[in-house]
């Protein structure tokens, strides 16, 4: 471990501090309490990868929100552009406004070339939700395959497709024509089976789940680049390019979720970039407003192009603000080729994580790719117990000594480590100094 010099962080006294304290109380007051578990810091304002909280402590972030400020917190040029957006228009419905369709030209841009269309909504569920309904429109068909682990939002048909079971309990039934079949979790094989022997066996299992639970009434394919809430976990190299032969062997339609994983948050500026996949639908959100609230669809023109006049809007979709947030966002990730950063400091931050790992006896698995990492905390490395009571525990002590962090993951027990794309290299080494440290005080 080695401290640099001059600490960007700095608390001052116990967490949390007396205004953040006195904020708590008055919010648990007058707002319900069902959001998920996090370090008792009320934010006040931030700058890049710094956080400050009411009480004047400084910390460094790798919770990127929940992986949405990719341009880093409040960029001045983002925040100049929502300004001025702002004092001009704010919302005129369908009605069209100059910065969406700069927008959609933007988008249409940078995304890879058979995805010649976009349609811009509001939120990650509300975008996913959109996918299913046109892969439903566009084939006349109701059946969905998606995977064990998926988090794809908690509104009705993204949470029935989803294959955790947060969302859903206790507000079943869920959507008809959900098939669900297990993801490549090779750290927690549901098959037992081993990495290297494997021959990616959850493929296999796809036609066997087929034929035992499709009625004949086969949509498309829905599934995440990366399984983000079940713990940032990554199939391993040609497991998607094999799951596109196999849904287009069957005239299935395929609807990647990038809703987290888009705008150079795995060092690509789409993660489907790395493997060279050709989904119909892409589903982006969270980055691509890096703060400000807006989604969108990728699509191919002949796919969305199912839709006819009046059959897809949004309340707040595309309206000038988030247009011209978009526009800035992807001005931004450009210039300071944001997407080369999150690839070269991943590639930093995950080769100290994996250093811990051999000194440490909690952790019991590190992966993921640019700056999407998840540290999987285990009771025992031989049983792989989880420990979520230790996660909790790793949260708080690592806000105490100035960084915050937060947990993911099926049991409740993966650290994600996701700062905003813009984090510097003494940014890197302090914040995992802090977290060495941290560990160290379990």
Known sequence: MSMPAT???RVTGPLPGPRSKALFERWEKVEAQCTGYQAAVAWDRASGCVITDVDGNVFLDWTSGVLVTNVGHCHPDLVKAIQDASARLLNNYECLNQPRVEAAEKLVSVMPKHLDKCFFLSTGSEVTEAAVR????????????SFYGGFHGRTSAAASVGGLAGPKKGYGPSVPGAIRVPFPYCYRCPFQARRETCGMLCL??????VRANSTGSLAGVMVEAYLGAA????????????????LRGRGLLFALDEVQSSFGRTGKFFAMEWEGLQPDLVCIGKGIGSGYPVSAIGARGDVIGALGKGEMSS?????????AAVCAVIDIMRREKLADNALHM????????????Q???YI??????????????????????????????????????GLLIGSVGVFGNVIRVAPPLTITQAEAHESMDIFEKSLSEL
């Open 7 to 9: 600490r960007i962080t």
């Open 346 to 357: 991943g590639q930093i931050m995950k080769a100290r994580l994996l250093e811990m790992q």
């Open 134 to 145: 046109i892969m439903k429109r566009k084939s006349g068909k109701f059946e969905i395959v």
């Open 231 to 246: 713990g940032f976990i990554f199939a391993p190299q040609g497991w998607f390019p094999r799951l596109e032969r196999w």
């Open 315 to 323: 309340t707040h979709g595309g309206n000038p603000v988030a247009g």
């Open 204 to 209: 296999d299992y796809l036609d066997d789940a």
């Open 359 to 361: 000194k440490c006896r």
């Open 364 to 401: 019991g698995d590190v992966r993921g790719q640019g700056l999407v990492l998840g540290v999987e905390l285990v009771r025992d490395k031989e049983t792989k117990e989880p420990a979520p009571d230790l996660t909790r525990k790793l949260i708080d002590t690592a806000a105490q000594n």
